[in-house]
């Protein structure tokens, strides 16, 4: 009796964790097999070729682009998002009227899918349908902004329309952490003849760090599965200068019949997550002193 | 299990004539645009008149691209669609692997070898057997106009040269409208590239260097006046090409919101379906500088192995079906192609197929026919990813030198 009172508990979480562990890391494996075969439009475990696809995936231009798009991405989607969101949570937090109605409106844009979003702006940006005709049809005839079809300006678009669908997010988040903050403390320190800018830099932002560190926690890890966005948006063009990893795995392994090649390249972003996440969980699981 | 399945569908031939023993088809393809999808209806009116169930598949996507994706899906999964829409050195590929269904009761009773130019039969073919079912030719160098505005414009003809071609879209852009419209996806900057290479440099130079991707071809100069050519091009387009599909680019050739597009002849199948004549309010004439050449792209349907009895033989009468007397005037009347079956009775098709037709068999004699690297006839998949990626690449990014431009299709030729 005593026995199955143990075991019981174990026996009903074993499927469950089997299950996650065979589709988590089952897969994660057969994704690193797969790379180093020569697999091309479908999987073949029969030609081994060693590391030949990391050496083929590193030579690639393409892959170059991918990396570094992923790095502007990242940095100026995850900085804008926090930076317009903090602004406008301390917009927002100054007592405006019809707040209520406000805050909907910022928030709602994390509402639609990376898909709508990036459907939408794909005709906003498009330089004969959207804002540039729109200003041409006001009479501004010099206005100009085309980025969406320069090679080199692209990937700013896709960061535009990722801070617009994230921002409000971002401001969501740190209002509720700004409501949290006890009065008492701001209105002590406007007794001692602080500036309201001092006050946010010196004692409301530091209070929110850990709303500021779980927001780029979230926002971190949407950019890089990033994959939606850039489809509906650029479909990783003009040419491939908007692709990103994901794209990049997904064009390979799919549409270019280089399985092969695009594990590799699914592996080199596992190895980039892993990078970011394991010294981040180390130092959470590391028993804290002061915890105890 | 193998002998089973093939004494079935031996059978299944046998009682070809006599009645029901009837069996779905489900036919996996990318025919999604108006022209398209109405000579996709033609075959599904066929099949069902022989008693048979048709399940259609179809995956939007112009080149194909997506269709390859969920196809590779269901055939990992071990659950493959009767027919897919596959062409070129891919049905090698596919066969290679070893799933496709061996045809050769169909062709000998229907007498496919007889019946079709060896070029187009030998792609059919892996390791001497029939495993595709080919439905039409198509003629990629071809350049569409819209009469009216050419008119307008004050061009006479059709431009026969590149540099004829330039001073025409000069005239056309001093008006205000767009000269050249272009799709910006990979495969249609690439189609318009292979135009100009065989424009520029003939067919034997294209042959040696977009086919037997020859280093010393795709390095010499007259790749890079190819190159310029295509640079040149590019500045008669509108900004909002890139991404744009071939079909709403046809749309704009005919909509008199542009002069010129570099299409295949399925863009006729869009002429045709807005009510447009050829000769009259649209013409079709060979890309500058290749009225003696041909580049081709065969679309096929390539029949994967299936276990249910009823389905395989659904598959044989789809296969004599697709090559047809009635289903391929039919179908290439609708798609704008020429039937790829020889001696067919041209009567009905317009200037634009007689002249095709006519082409074909006499750039067969001279050397001229080609396949198409842009539409998958002519490389490995692979090596023309990495071509098709090097020259977008180049269209869409203005500073990228000529030079440059060259080298890095020679490098990715070499993948």
């Known amino acids: ?292 | 299990m193998l002998k089973l399945s093939k004494l079935a569908t031996a059978v299944a031939f046998v009682v070809a004539g006599s009645a029901a023993m009837a069996g779905e088809v489900e036919v996996l393809h990318y025919w999604t645009s108006g022209g398209e999808a109405k000579s996709v209806a033609e075959l599904k009116k066929i099949m069902q008149a022989k008693g048979h169930t048709w399940k259609d598949f179809a995956v939007a996507g112009g080149g194909g691209d997506n269709a390859a994706t969920v196809l590779k899906s269901r055939v990992v999964s071990g659950n493959p669609p009767s027919a897919a829409q596959i062409k070129g050195p891919a049905i090698q590929e596919w066969a290679a692997e070893g799933v496709l269904a061996n045809l050769d009761g169909t062709a000998k009773a229907e007498k496919w070898d007889s019946l079709l130019p060896k070029v187009v039969a030998d792609v059919m073919k892996y390791k001497g057997n029939y495993v595709a079912a080919p439905v039409n030719v198509h003629r990629v160098n071809w350049m569409w106009a819209n009469a009216a505005v050419l008119q307008k414009a004050g061009v006479s003809s059709a431009p026969k040269t590149w540099d004829e071609f330039f001073v025409a879209a000069e005239k056309v852009k001093k008006m205000g409208l767009i000269a050249v419209a272009h799709g910006g996806q990979n495969w249609q900057d690439f189609t318009t590239f292979e135009d100009v290479v065989l424009g520029v440099g003939g067919s034997k130079f294209y042959n040696d260097a977009l086919v037997k991707l020859d280093q010393k071809a795709l390095t010499s100069a007259t790749m890079t006046k190819s190159l310029e050519t295509f640079r040149k091009i590019k500045g008669y387009t509108d900004p909002a090409s890139p991404g744009r599909d071939w079909n709403l680019a046809t749309a704009m050739v005919i909509q008199e919101k542009a002069a010129f597009q570099f299409m295949g002849d399925w863009a006729k199948g869009e002429f045709t379906a807005a009510g447009k004549v050829p000769g009259k309010d649209y013409i079709c004439a060979a890309t500058p500088g290749t009225a003696n050449s041909y580049t081709f792209n065969v679309d096929s349907f390539a029949m994967f192995k299936l276990k249910d009895s009823g389905a395989q033989k659904a598959q044989g009468d789809l296969a004599a079906a697709i090559m047809g007397t009635d289903f391929q005037e039919i179908f290439n009347l609708n798609k704008g192609s020429i039937p790829v079956r020889l001696n067919m009775n041209m009567a009905k098709f317009d200037d634009c197929a007689k002249t095709s037709a006519k082409d074909f068999v006499d750039t067969a004699k001279t050397g001229g026919l080609v396949p198409s690297v842009a539409h998958g006839m002519a490389i490995k998949p692979a090596a023309e990813g990495a071509i098709k990626d090097a020259v977008s690449q180049f269209w869409n990014d203005d500073k990228i030198s000529v030079a440059d431009g060259v080298k890095n299709i020679a490098k990715a030729a070499m993948q």
């Open chain 1, 1 to 292: 009796m005593k026995t199955l009172e143990n075991i019981l508990p174990k026996l009903v979480i074993a499927p469950g964790f089997l299950i996650g562990f065979a589709f988590i890391y089952g897969f994660m494996i057969w994704n690193g097999v797969l790379s180093v075969t020569g697999s091309r439009m479908l999987p073949n475990y029969s030609e081994f070729v060693g590391l030949d696809q990391y050496v083929q995936l590193w030579d690639m231009d393409r892959w170059w682009v991918a990396l570094t798009n992923l790095g502007i991405f990242s940095v100026l989607y995850v900085g804008g998002s926090m930076a317009l969101g903090m602004a406008m949570a301390i917009f927002l937090d100054q007592k405006v009227r019809f707040e209520g109605v406000l805050r909907t409106v910022y928030l709602y844009p994390m509402a639609l899918s990376f898909i709508v979003t990036g459907t939408a702006w794909k005709w906003i940006l498009n330089p004969s349908l959207g804002l540039e005709k729109l200003m041409h049809d006001l009479g501004w005839a010099s206005f100009h902004f085309d980025w969406l079809v320069q090679s080199d300006m692209a990937i700013y678009c896709v960061v535009i329309a990722g801070v617009w669908q994230s921002a409000g997010f971002a401001m969501a988040l740190s209002l509720a952490g700004l409501r949290g903050i006890d009065d008492n403390i701001i209105k002590a320190a406007q007794l001692d003849g602080a500036s309201l800018p001092r006050i946010y830099w010196r004692i409301i932002l530091p209070i929110l760090r850990p709303v500021v560190f779980s927001t780029v926690l979230v926002l971190s890890h949407l950019s890089i599965k990033s994959f939606d966005l850039v489809m509906a948006l650029t479909a990783g063009g003009p040419g491939y200068a908007t692709d990103v990893p994901a794209t990049f795995m997904y064009v390979m392994s799919f549409t270019r019949g280089q399985i092969g090649l695009g594990a590799a390249s699914a592996t080199m972003m596992l190895a980039t997550v892993a990078a970011i996440v394991v010294p981040y969980l180390y130092s959470e699981l590391r028993a804290k002193p002061h915890d105890r």
